[in-house]
């Protein structure tokens, strides 16, 4: 009971690593209605995505 700290780094490495992983899997995944915003949907899901496996490697890391 005394490892709170590590107990919530870990929560928060495995919530981004999975939002992460999630968000390049919609870049890939998702169709927009309109043609136009293909290119912008996907560069926005494939930055989430990259931003949240960073986040996920940088908790990973502050647990060891």
Known sequence: MGNWVEAILFGFALLAFVLGLSSILMAVIHKPVEAGDAM????????????????????IYALS
């Open 40 to 59: 912008k949907s996907k560069v926005e899901y494939g930055f989430f995505g990259v931003t949240g496996l960073v986040l996920g490697l940088l908790f």
